[in-house]
């Protein structure tokens, strides 16, 4: 099993920055790849980057050049960078992970955290 805990959302107004952690724990040694979804009301829940074992990247096309996943292996952490935030940006974020790739249903989720952009 793997658990994962994410931190830092909140309200910001358009324009600003959050920055997102997931703490990943457990049998870490399986999961190859890692990532953040979001999921706005009366919306389908959505990939917003994503990150391989082997350090390769991807974005949506919505957030490319505004956010960043970067990971800290030692404490098994990843972390979404959000900058220039959008109100459409506003959504529930969730930390995944699967020990193969991040597709519509990864094997591991976080309880969510709401991240919400004033206009």
């Known amino acids: 099993q793997v658990q994962l805990v994410e931190s830092g959302g909140g309200l910001v107004q358009a324009g600003g920055s959050l920055r997102l952690s997931c703490a990943a724990s457990?049998?870490?040694?399986?999961?190859?790849?890692m990532g953040w979804y979001r999921q706005a009301p009366g919306k389908q829940r959505e990939l917003v980057a994503g990150?391989?074992?082997?350090?390769?990247?991807n974005y949506a096309d919505s957030v490319k050049g505004r956010f960043t996943l970067s990971r800290d292996n030692a404490k098994n952490t990843i972390y979404l960078q959000m900058n220039s935030l959008k109100p459409e940006d506003t959504a529930v974020y969730y930390c995944?992970?699967?020990?193969?790739?991040?597709?519509?249903?990864?094997?591991?989720w976080g309880q969510g955290t709401q991240v919400t952009v004033s206009s």
């Open positions: 995944a992970a699967d020990p193969r790739f991040l597709g519509s249903a990864p094997d591991y």
């Open positions: 457990g049998r870490m040694f399986s999961i190859r790849a």
């Open positions: 990150i391989t074992s082997g350090g390769s990247t």
